[in-house]
C-alpha cells in the first residue's frame, strides 16, 4: 500500500514551458487535492477534486488545470509555466464519506522556474 | 474570506508542555484540523475537533471553541522529534477542503 504518490520529485523548467505533475493513490479514495506551498507559508489549495468526475478551483487556480482520469489519479497541468509557480507542490486524497477528515499527503513535487 | 491566525514561531525545552493556539474566521466551518510538518516532507494528519472541547490523543490534545473562533493544539513531554511545524486548517463545507494557516514552526531545545 503505496499511499499517495507524485511524480516527479524534483523539476526545472524554463518559463513558458509546459509540464503536468503526476498524482495517484492506492487507498480508494474520493476526494483529492493539489497544494501549493511556498517558503514559510501554509498550504494553499489550488484545486480540488470532491469525487471522480468532479473538480473544482481553490484559493489559487489561476495559471493550472486539472484532470481527474480516474478514481485513482489526478494530475495537475502547468500551460506556461511563471518564475511565481515556482514552490513545493502537495497532492492529498481523503475517503470523502461524511465523517472522514483525515487527508493523506504525498511527498510532494519541487518545482522551479527559471 | 477565510484566514486563520498562528504564532510563527515557538521554542520550549524537552519535556516541557507547549500550546499552540489558532484562531480563524470563515464563512463556514465544518472543523478544525491540525497537521504536523517536519523540514522537507509532507504534512500529516495529527487531529481534528469538530464539537467544542478536548480531543486527547496520546501526548497531543486538541481543543476547540466555535463560539470564540479559537483552538489549539497541546503538546505535553515535549521531545526532540517534535520539533516540526504545525498547522491549524478549517474544514469548508465543500468537498472537505481545508484552508491552512501559515503555520508554527515549534522549536524542541534539550
Known amino acids: 500500500n503505496a499511499g499517495v504518490t507524485q511524480t516527479p520529485k524534483f523539476q526545472v523548467l524554463k518559463t513558458g514551458q509546459s509540464m503536468t505533475l503526476q498524482c495517484a493513490q492506492d487507498?480508494?479514495?474520493?476526494?483529492m487535492y493539489w497544494y501549493r506551498q511556498d517558503p514559510g507559508m501554509g498550504l494553499r489549495l489550488i484545486y480540488y477534486s470532491a469525487s471522480e468526475g468532479t473538480t473544482d478551483k481553490g484559493e489559487v487556480p489561476n495559471g493550472y488545470n486539472v484532470s481527474r482520469l480516474n478514481k485513482r489519479e489526478f494530475s495537475l497541468r502547468l500551460e506556461s509555466a511563471a518564475p511565481s509557480q515556482t514552490s513545493v507542490y502537495f497532492c492529498?486524497?481523503?475517503?470523502?464519506?461524511?465523517?472522514?477528515?483525515?487527508?493523506?499527503f504525498g511527498p510532494g513535487t519541487r518545482l522551479t522556474v527559471t | 474570506g477565510q484566514s486563520l491566525e498562528q504564532p510563527s514561531e515557538v521554542t520550549a525545552v524537552e519535556g516541557a508542555i507547549v500550546q499552540i493556539n489558532c484562531t480563524y474566521q470563515?464563512?463556514?466551518?465544518?472543523?478544525l484540523s491540525w497537521y504536523q510538518q517536519h523540514d522537507g516532507g509532507a504534512p500529516t494528519f495529527l487531529s481534528y475537533n469538530a464539537l467544542d472541547g478536548l480531543e486527547e490523543t496520546g501526548r497531543f490534545s486538541s481543543f476547540l471553541s466555535r463560539s470564540d473562533s479559537y483552538g489549539y493544539l497541546l503538546l505535553q513531554e515535549l521531545q526532540m522529534k517534535d520539533s516540526a511545524s504545525y498547522f491549524c486548517?478549517?474544514?469548508?463545507?465543500?468537498?472537505?477542503?481545508?484552508?491552512f494557516g501559515q503555520g508554527t514552526e515549534l522549536s524542541v531545545k534539550p
Open positions: 486548517a478549517v474544514r469548508g463545507n465543500q468537498g472537505g477542503k481545508l484552508i
Open positions: 487507498m480508494n479514495h474520493n476526494s
Open positions: 470563515t464563512s463556514g466551518f465544518y472543523g
Open positions: 492529498a486524497s481523503r475517503l470523502g464519506t461524511a465523517y472522514t477528515y483525515e487527508q493523506y
